[in-house]
């Protein structure tokens, strides 16, 4: 065995020994997805936002936006980045949701209000706006169910 055969083997060893124990490492660490977070946190405080969940969450951004093309309801711009609350979790009809709000920034008298069911990764709302009128207007999306719907009429 040639000595420069040997000092390349030492070397492959040596760059093998230092890479594979961070892969390891990134490996064994898998982030808290924010829907996860939000299903077992206990204070608003640790709870995950709305604009957080929307961008992370393949599944509750789709789920949201099948919902409303459903409805007709067209997604406002300000819906990534309006005011919002943490999600919190709520218990209807013995399953776990999703409580979320979301408004219009400087303007909150239009606004959503969701319950996310991460099990099905299925969500329901009801919408809040005003005509030119300034009368108030109110519509369901994603069929809520007569929990649901008093729920997010009560919210």
């Given amino acids: 065995m040639s000595q420069r055969f040997f000092t390349e083997c030492l070397a492959a060893a040596a ?5 594979l124990p961070a892969q390891a490492e990134t490996a064994a660490v898998s982030p808290v997805l924010p829907v996860e977070r939000a299903l077992s946190c206990s204070d608003a405080s640790d709870c995950p936002y709305f604009p957080e969940v929307y961008e992370a969450d393949r599944a509750f951004r789709e789920a949201l936006l099948i919902e409303l093309k459903k409805a007709d309801i067209r997604r406002p711009s300000w819906v990534p980045n309006g005011v919002t609350t943490p999600l919190r ?7 776990a949701r999703l409580l979320t709000s979301v408004c219009e920034p400087h303007n909150c008298g239009h606004y959503f209000l969701m319950l996310y069911d991460p099990a099905n990764s299925a969500i329901t709302g009801l919408y809040v706006s005003r005509d ?3 009368a108030l207007q109110t519509r369901y999306f ?10 997010l009429k009560n919210n």
């Fill in 142 to 151: 994603g069929r809520p169910s007569i929990a649901e719907a008093a729920l």
């Fill in 15 to 19: 760059i093998a020994l230092t890479i």
């Fill in 132 to 134: 030119e009128a300034g």
């Fill in 89 to 95: 979790r709520v218990e209807v009809d013995g399953s």
